[in-house]
């Protein structure tokens, strides 16, 4: 094989492996966003996902603003918090770690992730949303 051959095989095996971006949201939603004041927001997070069954990663983005928490991977919702939500909604911190759990009994799943930044500032402002959410807790 050809030394470019081969550095070809390697950029495209490379590109194969990079995680994919996940912070594509539809027109409505950067319409709607744009509107709201984002108080944080990270990109391609690894969340640990637990529901009934177990758990599992998953890499998502989340955006936090005064009114919604909304964690998605592109135009796919994991979780969206707003004040018409009516589910019942908590926030905790476990040392750096934020866990959003939603919903209760059979139907309980909790979003666990490590923020950027300032994991106090995100719980609060997390939690200040559910308190506004029908479901709070």
């Not at 949201?25 to 004041?37: G, I, K, N, P, Y």
Request: glycine letters at 8%; aromatic letters at 8%; proline letters at 4%.
């Amino acid at each position: 094989m050809s030394r470019a051959a081969t550095i070809t095989a390697l950029l495209i095996g490379l590109a194969a492996c990079r995680p994919a971006d996940t912070s594509q949201l539809s027109a409505d939603q950067e319409t709607r966003f744009a509107r709201e004041v984002v108080r944080f927001r990270a990109a391609n997070q690894s969340f640990r996902f637990t529901h009934e069954a177990g758990w599992e990663e998953r890499i998502a983005s989340i955006i936090v603003t005064d009114s919604t928490v909304l964690v998605y991977k592109n135009e796919k919702i994991g979780i969206e918090i707003t004040p018409a939500s009516r589910r019942v909604y908590e926030v905790h911190r476990d040392g750096e770690r934020v866990r959003i759990t939603a919903g209760s009994g059979k139907s309980r799943e909790t979003w666990s992730f490590t923020p950027p930044d300032n994991p106090d500032g995100w719980a609060t402002g997390i939690r200040a949303v559910i308190t506004t959410s029908g479901g709070a807790r």
